[in-house]
Every structure is written in structure tokens, then in C-alpha cells.
């Protein structure tokens, strides 16, 4: 009997591995899912985000900006941030639009050709200059 146990155990133990590790013919393999990127992680917008020819990009707490607009051009804005941020003209009232996380809004600039210097309300260290002509 201690002969056929001794011999009976290794065939178990193999069995037991190829089923844990075997292949059924039609399994797939489940990866766990890509990690998501958080605002500690985001990389500073002149590093990591891009900006289109009449786009604005909110990225790590951080505004890229077109190097010129046309004076009165629709501007889109993209909140790739999970806070709330605006884009505000620092003087005149130029323009003042709240775009909460993860959203887009269109922006109409100023007819006149110029430099309007805006910021963030919510973020005070956010600052950008948006140039019109």
C-alpha cells in the first residue's frame, strides 16, 4: 500500500498543476485593467498635453495655450483635470467660463486682437495669456 501511495502522489500533485495552469482550448487570459492617471500623476501640461490650433487644454493644474487666435474664433476648452477649473480674463470681463472635470466647453474670444492674461478663481497659481490676432 505504501508503494502505490508513493507512486499515486506525484501523478496528483501533476494533475493538480495542469488543471490550475491548463489550457481549455477556448479560455482567455483576464489582465487586470490599465491604471488610471490622478492628479498626482498627470504630467505638467507644456510636458504632457497638447494643444490643437484653437484649443485649450487644462492638464495637471496647468493651462497650454494656441500661440494665436483669430479675433472672435471659437475656442474649445478641455478639462482633462477631475477639479473644477475656470478660465477667467484677468482685467475687462473679457471672457469668464467654468469647465468641471473631465468636460470640454467652447470659448468665444474677443473681436479685438490683443493679449488678455487669464487665470484660474478656484486655483490661484493658475495663469495663462491668451493672444488674439
Same mark, same amino acid.
Given at each position: 500500500?505504501?508503494?502505490s &501511495?508513493a507512486l499515486? &502522489?506525484?501523478?496528483v #500533485? &501533476?494533475? $493538480?498543476?495542469?488543471? &490550475? $495552469?491548463?489550457?481549455d482550448g477556448g479560455s482567455? @487570459? ?16 507644456s510636458?504632457?498635453? /497638447?494643444? *490643437?490650433?484653437?484649443?485649450? /487644454?487644462i492638464? %495637471?493644474?496647468?493651462? !497650454? #495655450?494656441?500661440?494665436? /487666435?483669430?479675433?472672435?474664433a471659437q475656442? !474649445?476648452?478641455r478639462?482633462?483635470?477631475?477639479? +473644477?477649473?475656470t /478660465?477667467?480674463?484677468?482685467? *475687462? %470681463?473679457a471672457f469668464?467660463? +467654468?469647465i468641471e472635470?473631465? +468636460? !470640454?466647453v467652447?470659448?468665444? @474670444? ?6 488678455y492674461?487669464?487665470h $484660474?478663481?478656484y486655483h490661484?497659481?493658475?495663469h %495663462?495669456d491668451l493672444?488674439?490676432g
Amino acid at each position: 500500500m505504501k508503494l502505490s &501511495a508513493a507512486l499515486l &502522489a506525484p501523478v496528483v #500533485v &501533476a494533475a $493538480c498543476a495542469l488543471t &490550475a $495552469c491548463g489550457d481549455d482550448g477556448g479560455s482567455t @487570459v483576464d489582465y487586470a485593467p490599465a491604471p488610471t492617471i490622478t492628479d498626482a500623476t498627470k504630467m505638467p501640461s507644456s510636458e504632457g498635453a /497638447v494643444a *490643437g490650433a484653437n484649443e485649450i /487644454v487644462i492638464s %495637471g493644474f496647468a493651462y !497650454t #495655450v494656441p500661440a494665436t /487666435v483669430a479675433p472672435g474664433a471659437q475656442v !474649445t476648452i478641455r478639462n482633462t483635470d477631475t477639479a +473644477e477649473h475656470t /478660465v477667467t480674463a484677468d482685467t *475687462g %470681463g473679457a471672457f469668464d467660463v +467654468e469647465i468641471e472635470g473631465g +468636460e !470640454t466647453v467652447t470659448l468665444t @474670444v474677443p473681436p479685438t486682437p490683443g493679449t488678455y492674461p487669464f487665470h $484660474c478663481t478656484y486655483h490661484p497659481n493658475m495663469h %495663462g495669456d491668451l493672444t488674439v490676432g
